[in-house]
């Protein structure tokens, strides 16, 4: 059982390049989030999803973007890369909105944009 | 707005002692969800612990136990007999119940545990 897939796990990008990191899930979990961990600090949340084709806007979504086409799919898109999104990002997902269903993570990607 | 708070940046333990790392949590809300994950140095996010604002008991797990003190806005976790496998980042988080980001968790910064052998 695989669980959360996270690729690539590091990346290098130039100042003004794309990528997309992909997350891929084989739970048939419905809830799926993008979290961004920058040094000395906690996970702050990008996007979420609660389902295919339903996204929204986290806490910091500026510079990104998010499709969900499938329930086991939740890419994250980074258009026009900047130093100030160097940071390891993580997706995660979760069974049920039941309170205590936790969340589910990748291992990480660790992006560098210089 | 929800805010979770770990004052201890980092904390060091004798291997096979006890630890207890602080967490302290700021809600309105009177039902709400409190986490702890552990993240090694290889990077993963591992969940160890849930706690219920209405959960009577303490939740344990295995060596891990948490400390729920819920007028003080306290969630401590209790690991015993520390192993050095136990050295890692330990992140205390909260269940939004309330607002759009559908079971989003509010993270705090992290205590960073090194058990010494």
């Known amino acids: 059982n695989a669980g959360v897939t996270q690729t690539p796990k590091f990346r290098i990008l130039k100042i003004g390049q794309s990528m997309t990191l992909q997350c891929a899930q084989d739970?048939?979990?419905?809830?799926m989030y993008w979290y961004r961990q920058d040094p000395g600090m906690g996970l702050k949340l990008i996007y979420y999803?609660?389902?295919?084709?339903?996204?929204d806007k986290g806490e910091v979504p500026n510079g990104y973007n998010v499709s969900r086409s499938t329930t086991e799919d939740f890419p994250l898109r980074l258009e026009l890369a900047a130093p100030s999104q160097t940071s390891v990002y993580f997706c995660?997902?979760?069974?049920?909105?039941?309170?205590?269903?936790?969340?589910?993570f990748g291992n990480g990607t660790r992006l560098t944009v210089t | 707005a929800q805010k979770i708070t770990q004052t201890q940046p980092g904390m060091f333990v004798q291997e096979k002692e006890a630890v207890t790392l602080d967490c302290t949590y700021d809600t309105s809300d009177q039902s709400y969800g409190l986490f702890w994950y552990k993240q090694p140095s290889s990077g993963e996010m591992i969940f160890l612990i849930y706690?219920?604002?209405?959960?009577?008991q303490n939740a344990t797990e295995g060596r891990y136990s948490l400390n729920f003190q819920k007028a003080r806005k306290s969630a401590n976790l209790v690991i015993s007999a520390s192993q050095l496998g136990d050295s890692a980042m330990y992140f205390c988080?909260?269940?939004?119940?309330?607002?759009?980001?559908?079971?989003?968790?509010?993270f705090g910064k992290g205590t960073k545990l090194s058990v010494k052998p």
């Open positions: 988080a909260m269940r939004e119940v309330w607002g759009g980001s559908q079971g989003n968790l509010i």
């Open positions: 739970m048939n979990h419905n809830y």
């Open positions: 999803s609660v389902g295919a084709g339903i996204t």
């Open positions: 706690q219920g604002s209405y959960d009577e």
């Open positions: 995660a997902s979760r069974w049920t909105e039941q309170m205590n269903s936790p969340l589910h």
